[in-house]
């Protein structure tokens, strides 16, 4: 079968910088995601009543489709923040070895080497 665009996704999340890189490799480990990059950035938000402004990291998690709700699922499970960002975008484009990567890789046919 044929892979699709939207058969992938694009998930953000937010971390603070002392817990991104253990949730980025426990997703990967997981099977969840294919590759997390993980960036700095100063973020600004809305949070209880007030406006606050914090030192985060954001991690950029390529995956598919069929496992969004499982990673969602994981993120609210182990991340530190009462309410964990979320968000997935759908991709609409991309380099078709790349996409068939991800997708090998989330199936178990590429594996780390030990």
Known sequence: MPLLRDDFVVVFATAPPNSSGRLARLIVE???????NIS?????FFWEGEVKEEAE???IIKTMT???E????RIREVHPYDLPEVIALQVVG????????ISEALRGTVRPEE
């Not at 997981?30 to 997390?36: F, K, M, T, V, Y």
């Not at 499982?70 to 699922?73: K, N, S, V």
């Open 57 to 59: 990291d954001l991690l």
């Open 30 to 36: 997981e099977g969840l995601a294919a590759c997390i």
């Open 66 to 68: 069929e496992k969004l």
């Open 94 to 101: 991309g380099d078709d070895d790349y996409l068939a990567w």
């Open 70 to 73: 499982l990673l969602a699922t």
């Open 40 to 44: 700095q950035v100063r973020s600004t």
